[in-house]
């Protein structure tokens, strides 16, 4: 039996209490093994109620890049907290919001200069999309609605940005009639795929409004890398048909690939970017979209109609800016893009030996992302309860098996991670 199973025993009261009231993400309640039940996290530990510890290879869906329970993130959280918890966002401002706006400006590249705050990636994603229609509506353009998106692609699970997922991932197929209607097309990987996009546009311009990319690393979709090339060329190909091009670094943003943002290692500028996940460090929600003057000044009028009318109710949380400050001082002070060039390092030496292994289809690395591609999992639920026996926290999904971990991972707790998973593949999985 797995560890998850065998250990139902020692379970805490609250789970037996809970478990038959709560809907877990992405789960089949009917079969799925119970969940682990956590007491605390510490740096790239996981604690179980049951006191066993779980070396941490996910850094919780790719939020804890400075590992758990920072104290410079929990200090600032909890002064604020002291001080004010929330206020609404809509006729008043607060320190946190406009000191954290002015300092993503100010590291974003180009004039990415406008920040409209959010509570969760998807929302971010939605609202980079309703900015880029009414983009062409306050232009007086009719019928831009429409975006290119790419195959392989993951934006969020709700209904708009559902649309510009991958047709499998976002269920195209089964919520047909519900969601609406993109292009999604071969990202421009090689000339034929450039062409195939170019003729797209040629045909299609005038019913679009942008195209959308998770650049460098296609993440929920298959931790899929394409070369830096690829954004040049959406660059040119928006250019020229006159689009608007978003960037969604809600996986790829703070340090994941190497540098701060993805684009940098492109040299190309978005003309908006969507960030969540790591920005408050893997403590509280938040997430911006983030417009350059361009898109801005679109908006920009006497007319009232012309405002982008978007407004979540916790946007802008004081909490979680207090915590994304915070986080981007650590940021400043620790040497975070060097721990991630260490950690690319390590992954490239300990999963090395996964490589002609039975089954294994593809080895790789990207910044501190870690995979190694199965030809498929013959049982995904007994490969990750496998993997908590050996006393790590690592979630394959699809035929993937991926390390994202904390930047302040220990050499140790990434070589037991490495270990682990060239044992387990070696097996068999
Ligand atoms: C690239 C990308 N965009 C959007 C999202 C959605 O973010 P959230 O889960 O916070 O809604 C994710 C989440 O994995 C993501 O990886």
Not at 225 to 237: I, P, S, Y
Not at 401 to 407: G, K, N
């Given at each position: ?40 996290t ?16 996910i ?11 920072h104290p ?12 004010m ?9 607060h ?6 706006a002015?300092?993503l ?21 939605e ?33 708009g ?18 969601l609406?209607k ?10 034929e ?11 299609h ?24 090339v690829?954004?040049?060329r959406?660059?040119t ?6 689009l608007l ?14 540098t701060m ?21 893997g403590?509280?929600p ?10 801005f ?22 909490l979680?800016?207090?915590a994304?400050?915070?986080s981007?001082d ?15 390092a ?20 990207k910044?501190?992302?870690?995979v ?7 049982h995904?639920?007994?490969l ?9 926290f690592?979630?394959p ?16 707790e990434?070589?037991t991670l490495t ?7 070696k097996?068999?999985?």
């Amino acid at each position: 039996m797995s560890g998850e199973t065998s250990k139902m025993t020692d379970a805490p009261g609250w789970l037996a209490a809970g478990l038959p009231h709560v809907w877990l993400p992405y789960t089949q309640m009917k079969i799925a093994a119970t969940p682990l039940s956590v007491a605390r996290t510490e740096g790239s530990r996981i604690v179980l109620a049951d006191g066993r510890v779980l070396i941490d290879g996910i850094a919780s869906w790719w939020t804890a890049c400075h590992g758990y329970n920072h104290p410079h993130i929990r200090q600032a959280v909890e002064r604020q907290l002291a001080q004010m918890p929330h206020v609404m966002f809509g006729g008043l401002v607060h320190e946190q919001a406009l000191t954290l706006a002015g300092r993503l400006a100010a590291l974003l590249p180009g004039d990415l200069e406008r920040v409209f705050f959010s509570d969760s990636g998807s929302v971010a994603v939605e609202i980079a999309m309703k900015m880029a229609a009414q983009y062409w509506i306050n232009r007086g353009v009719r019928g831009r609605t429409k975006f290119v998106a790419f195959k392989g692609a993951y934006h969020g699970d709700t209904t708009g940005a559902m649309g510009v997922c991958d047709p499998d991932e976002g269920m195209h197929a089964l919520f047909a009639g519900l969601l609406p209607k993109h292009f999604i097309i071969d990202l421009p990987e090689n000339d034929e795929k450039a062409a195939a996009l170019e003729r797209l546009l040629e045909r299609h311009a005038d019913e679009l409004a942008g195209i959308i990319v998770e650049p460098l690393v296609q993440g929920a979709g298959g931790m899929k890398f394409h070369e830096a090339v690829v954004l040049r060329r959406l660059r040119t190909l928006a250019d020229k048909y006159g689009l608007l091009l978003i960037f969604d670094e809600i996986f790829t943003g703070f340090g994941r690939t190497g540098t701060m943002f993805a684009c940098e290692a492109a040299g190309v500028t978005p003309d908006i970017i969507t960030l969540s996940k790591a920005l408050t460090g893997g403590t509280l929600p938040l997430a911006a979209t983030i417009a350059t003057r361009k898109v801005f000044e679109a908006f920009w009028s006497d007319d009232p109609r012309k405002a982008l009318m978007h407004g979540p109710t916790y946007m802008a949380n004081p909490l979680a800016c207090a915590a994304a400050n915070a986080s981007l001082d650590v940021f400043e002070q620790e040497p975070r893009l060097r721990q991630v060039q260490e950690i690319s390092a390590a992954l490239a030496e300990g999963l090395a030996p996964c490589r002609g292994m039975p089954d294994v289809k593809d080895v790789r690395i990207k910044g501190a992302i870690g995979v190694v591609e199965m030809n498929h999992f013959k049982h995904l639920d007994r490969l990750r309860a496998r993997f908590v026996d050996e006393g790590v926290f690592i979630r394959p999904f699809g035929n993937v098996i991926y390390l994202t971990p904390a930047f302040t991972i220990g050499q140790d707790e990434l070589a037991t991670l490495t270990n682990v998973i060239m044992k387990v593949v070696k097996e068999g999985v």
